[in-house]
T-cell receptor, first 116, second 110 residues
Framework: NAGVMQNPRHLVRRRGQEARLRCSPMKGHSHVYWYRQLPEEGLKFMVYLQKENIIDESGMPKERFSAEFPKEGPSILRIQQVVRGDSAAYFC??????????????FGPGTRLLVL | RKEVEQDPGPFNVPEGATVAFNCTYSNSASQSFFWYRQDCRKEPKLLMSVYSSGNEDGRFTAQLNRASQYISLLIRDSKLSDSATYLCVRPSGSARQLTFGSGTQLTVLP
């Protein structure tokens, strides 16, 4: 049973370009979460999605960042017009989708974005 | 006050030692917590869940003190492979968000 998959593992962009980060949840998981870890800092929640729905985006920056989880295919975190401050590790996590809210979130290996 | 606060360390201990980390939280309504470990440049991995007063799993014991609003992680007979950053985590928001502490770095020395 493959774990959470993320690609690319490393991404280099110049200021002003777009970055697209992909996340495939574990088999059978319908909930996806994105977190960002800035250098020397803890992980910060960004967004929580279910298939075709954004459930909680309270941690997303108001501009340039968007996320989707289409009916088919991986979840995408999109960053437009990247700036140097976007350089970070972006982790995706998934969970099965019960109602308790106590589900374990399993993390992918992360995408390390470097903005030059 | 941060939602979840940890001593960043580093803790450098010899193999076989017992080491304990504390984590304080600000929201008294919190019902559950997690300890994750994160190896250098890797993803966080769940170590233990803490839903009541505590939990024990082999060499690892987690305790929750609701009155003082802290949780602790005790590692007995530490191994070289225990070297990592230990993250104190609280579910928040809709209980789907995880709020992470900044982590406590542990190095176990031979």
């Amino acid at each position: 049973n493959a774990g959470v998959m993320q690609n690319p593992r490393h991404l280099v962009r110049r200021r002003g370009q777009e970055a697209r980060l992909r996340c495939s949840p574990m088999k059978g998981h319908s909930h996806v979460y994105w977190y960002r870890q800035l250098p020397e800092e803890g992980l910060k929640f960004m967004v929580y999605l279910q298939k075709e729905n954004i459930i909680d985006e309270s941690g997303m920056p108001k501009e340039r960042f968007s996320a989707e989880f289409p009916k088919e295919g991986p979840s995408i975190l999109r960053i437009q017009q990247v700036v140097r401050g976007d350089s970070a590790a972006y982790f995706c996590a998934s969970s099965p989708g019960g109602t308790s809210g106590r589900e374990t979130q399993y993390f992918g290996p992360g995408t390390r974005l470097l903005v030059l | 006050r941060k939602e979840v606060e940890q001593d960043p360390g580093p803790f450098n201990v010899p193999e076989g030692a017992t080491v304990a980390f504390n984590c304080t939280y600000s929201n008294s309504a919190s019902q559950s917590f997690f300890w994750y470990r994160q190896d250098c440049r890797k993803e966080p991995k769940l170590l233990m869940s803490v839903y009541s007063s505590g939990n024990e799993d082999g060499r690892f014991t987690a305790q929750l003190n609701r009155a003082s609003q802290y949780i602790s992680l005790l590692i007995r007979d530490s191994k070289l492979s225990d070297s990592a950053t230990y993250l104190c985590v609280r579910p928040s928001g809709s209980a789907r968000q995880l709020t992470f502490g900044s982590g406590t770095q542990l190095t176990v020395l031979p």
